[in-house]
């Protein structure tokens, strides 16, 4: 199908200034407002993948200063599109512009939540950079560090095991080791499926923050309260459904294209407060 409903996201000089970046230092704050980039193309980008499509022909244009949700079932390209960004997965066909050299990537199986590792150390891992030389903690390093920990509450978990948290204390540092590495590009893998509603609350804070600060967060969701936080929404079903601002592409009869007659209710007659109903799409055993 045709991508319908593209708009361009929310434009960064009439964003309002998010309260909580007065927690960040005045050095940090000028750090991030610097880091600005320019913004991302794709042009007809395909992806085979396991000996099909995840990706047919998308493309679309994120500025900066912009959140983007991705919204699909399962199999419908989401978390490919989040690897083709992080440079962990090449185009079969198309192109991507724009990407910076450091990204951010909050995957949803992490592989070192089983190791005996603490939570201080998982966070300063996102200071660590391939090197010749064995890296040496700077102030900067351990600015960043404790900037990160402190935005996402997990300063007082410093000496626990990263195996030992609650998933929402988990995911909370996993983010935290991605705002410390300080990329203008952060990819979230459906960073608040499952979690509390206090660790849902600080992590759309940060987002929030982060594109304030001028730098793009792209994270995938099943849900459409979280994907109506965003400036743009990209809707996938191997191909680019729709793509605009969420009132425009959280329709009915969109995300029918998209789920099939795995959607029901009426966006009409439902305020904002309550999605649409996706049934059955929250597994995690396909790739997309």
């Known amino acids: 199908s045709q991508p319908a409903c593209r708009q361009a996201s929310t434009d960064a000089a009439t964003r309002p200034v998010v309260s909580g970046l007065s927690l960040v230092p005045r050095l940090a704050r000028m750090v991030l407002i610097m880091s600005d980039m320019s913004g991302i193309t794709l042009d007809a980008v395909s992806v085979s993948r396991g000996g099909r499509q995840a990706l ?7 500025r900066a ?12 390209g989401k978390t490919t599109l989040l690897e083709v960004l992080a440079g962990l997965r090449a185009p079969t066909a198309g192109r991507v512009a724009g990407l910076p050299a450091t990204v951010a990537l909050v995957s949803q199986h992490p592989s070192h ?5 603490t939570v201080g150390e998982v966070v300063r891992m996102g200071r660590f950079r391939p090197t010749l030389l ?15 920990a402190r935005r996402l509450e997990v300063t007082d978990l410093a000496d626990r095991q990263i195996g030992e948290l609650s998933a929402g204390q988990r ?24 979690l509390d509603i206090a660790s849902q609350e600080r992590i759309l804070t940060v987002v929030d923050e982060e594109t304030a600060a001028g730098r793009i967060v792209v994270l995938s969701t099943h849900h459409l309260d979280e994907a109506r ?15 605009g601002r969420p009132d425009d592409v959280l329709r009915p009869e969109l995300l029918r294209m998209a789920y099939g007659e795995r959607v029901l209710g009426d966006h009409a007659s439902h305020s904002h407060a309550q999605d649409l109903l996706v049934l059955d799409d929250h597994g995690h055993g396909n790739h997309g």
């Open 56 to 62: 047919v022909s998308v493309s679309t244009e994120i």
């Open 65 to 76: 200063a912009t959140s983007v949700a991705l919204v699909g079932p399962n199999g419908s």
């Open 113 to 117: 939540r089983r190791l005996p590792l």
């Open 134 to 148: 064995p890296h040496r903690f700077s102030p900067a390093d351990r600015a960043a560090v404790a900037l990160a």
């Open 171 to 194: 995911q909370r540092v996993l983010i935290a080791q991605a705002l410390a590495r300080e990329a203008p590009l952060l990819l979230l893998d459906e960073p608040i499926t499952g």
């Open 229 to 243: 936080h965003c400036d743009q929404v990209l809707l996938l079903a191997g191909d680019l459904v729709a793509d």
